[in-house]
């Protein structure tokens, strides 16, 4: 670790997964820091934060979509802590989607967007709060920096990207509006960003997305999403929703609004102050997904296997088959006769 005994003491704190090691990493070769310790959270500091703490950094990561029944007391003791060590610099990892997705948003949503997480959404919603329960600590603190950093969905990572997997099944299910423009920021993207907000001690709000965003459609070829299922958008909602509460895969209720409506963000006043991405939108998508077997399949092979699945779903599974059967075996005939 680095131990300059001339710069502030650095406290990571958040969920041990990916993101953390890649801040902690970072920090670490950052002429900008001093001792870099990392927590998993509060638990891990049965005394609280050490006293000498320059700079925390709340990473707040939720490393799946259920909802975590301890997230917020312990948020709210990291909080305490904070006041009772007198940190004067916090960076708080949030995410765009507490501006909430909403049919009339802007597009892009900048910082000074009113925060209107959609009702039902824990994940957002939590954000949302959190980003209250920091604010209040840093009105209370003259003279305290604080940072609150709203990144888009976030891919790269496995412990990471479930928020963007959650959205694309979604997708699949027939769910929401395929033409809704998406935003992907790569994990080390995210990380830099953070690293930075520590270096050059930010203060404000700061959107943390590359520049633009992808229409559903460039999503769809970037990844190999699957057409959508030619079946009624309320029977495949009622369908993802009957098998989200079985424990049976689908869509949980309270993405659906975020798959429909868009909440892309402009970046632009981070890039201000220096973080450039290394990777575009696209670019982030398609070195994060890997080729599916669906995207190397070609527009008409798509499109037979779209119609006979959607078969399957208005016919039942026998007389799907059946079409899927004889488009199939004339295919072959044109092949034998060319």
């Given at each position: 670790?680095?131990?300059?005994?001339?710069?502030p003491?650095v406290?990571?704190?958040?969920?041990?997964a990916g993101?953390?090691?890649?801040?902690?990493?970072?920090l670490e070769a950052?002429?900008?820091?001093?001792?870099?310790?990392?927590?998993?959270?509060i638990?891990?500091l049965?005394?609280?934060l050490p006293?000498?703490?320059g700079?925390?950094?709340?990473?707040?990561?939720?490393?799946c979509?259920t909802?975590?029944?301890?997230h917020?007391?312990?948020?709210?003791?990291?909080?305490?802590?904070?006041v009772?060590?007198?940190?004067?610099?916090v960076v708080?990892?949030s995410?765009a989607?507490v501006y909430?997705?909403w049919?009339?948003n802007?597009v892009?949503l900048?910082e000074?967007?009113?925060?209107r997480p959609?009702?039902?959404?824990?994940?957002?919603l939590?954000?949302a709060?959190?980003?209250?329960?920091?604010?209040a600590?840093a009105?209370?603190?003259?003279g305290?920096?604080l940072?609150?950093?709203r990144?888009?969905?976030v891919?790269?990572d496995?412990q990471?990207?479930?928020l963007?997997?959650?959205l694309?099944?979604?997708?699949r299910?027939g769910?929401?509006d395929?033409?809704?423009?998406?935003?992907?920021?790569q994990v080390d993207d995210?990380a830099s960003a953070i690293?930075?907000a520590v270096?050059?001690?930010?203060?404000g709000v700061?959107?943390?997305?590359p520049e633009g965003?992808?229409?559903?459609?460039e999503?769809?070829q970037?990844?190999g999403?699957?057409?959508?299922?030619?079946a009624?958008?309320v029977?495949?909602?009622v369908?993802?929703?009957w098998?989200?509460?079985r424990?049976?895969g689908?869509?949980?209720p309270?993405w659906i609004?975020?798959a429909?409506?868009p909440?892309v963000?402009?970046?632009?006043r981070?890039?201000?102050q220096?973080?450039?991405?290394d990777?575009?939108?696209?670019?982030?998508?398609?070195t994060?997904?890997?080729?599916t077997?669906w995207?190397?399949?070609?527009?008409?092979?798509?499109?037979?296997?779209?119609l006979a699945?959607?078969?399957?779903?208005?016919?039942?599974?026998p007389?799907?088959l059946?079409?899927?059967?004889r488009?199939?075996?004339r295919?072959?005939?044109q092949?034998?006769d060319?």
């Amino acid at each position: 670790m680095n131990t300059a005994s001339h710069q502030p003491t650095v406290v990571v704190v958040g969920a041990d997964a990916g993101l953390t090691r890649r801040v902690v990493s970072r920090l670490e070769a950052s002429t900008g820091a001093g001792e870099v310790l990392a927590f998993e959270d509060i638990d891990e500091l049965d005394g609280g934060l050490p006293a000498g703490v320059g700079t925390l950094v709340h990473l707040d990561r939720w490393a799946c979509p259920t909802t975590d029944q301890d997230h917020e007391p312990r948020a709210r003791r990291l909080v305490a802590s904070a006041v009772d060590v007198e940190v004067d610099h916090v960076v708080v990892v949030s995410s765009a989607a507490v501006y909430g997705a909403w049919a009339d948003n802007p597009v892009p949503l900048c910082e000074d967007a009113v925060l209107r997480p959609n009702p039902g959404s824990d994940y957002a919603l939590a954000k949302a709060e959190n980003e209250h329960r920091w604010g209040a600590w840093a009105a209370n603190r003259p003279g305290a920096s604080l940072t609150l950093l709203r990144p888009a969905l976030v891919v790269g990572d496995d412990q990471e990207q479930w928020l963007a997997v959650a959205l694309r099944a979604a997708t699949r299910w027939g769910i929401g509006d395929g033409r809704a423009p998406t935003q992907f920021v790569q994990v080390d993207d995210l990380a830099s960003a953070i690293v930075l907000a520590v270096e050059r001690r930010l203060d404000g709000v700061y959107n943390v997305a590359p520049e633009g965003w992808l229409a559903g459609s460039e999503v769809q070829q970037l990844a190999g999403t699957p057409l959508r299922l030619p079946a009624p958008p309320v029977l495949a909602s009622v369908l993802a929703r009957w098998c989200w509460s079985r424990g049976l895969g689908g869509v949980a209720p309270e993405w659906i609004p975020y798959a429909t409506h868009p909440w892309v963000v402009a970046g632009d006043r981070l890039r201000a102050q220096g973080w450039s991405p290394d990777q575009s939108g696209a670019e982030t998508l398609v070195t994060s997904y890997p080729m599916t077997p669906w995207a190397r399949l070609g527009p008409k092979a798509r499109r037979i296997t779209t119609l006979a699945a959607g078969a399957v779903a208005g016919l039942g599974p026998p007389a799907g088959l059946v079409i899927l059967g004889r488009r199939l075996r004339r295919r072959r005939r044109q092949r034998s006769d060319s």
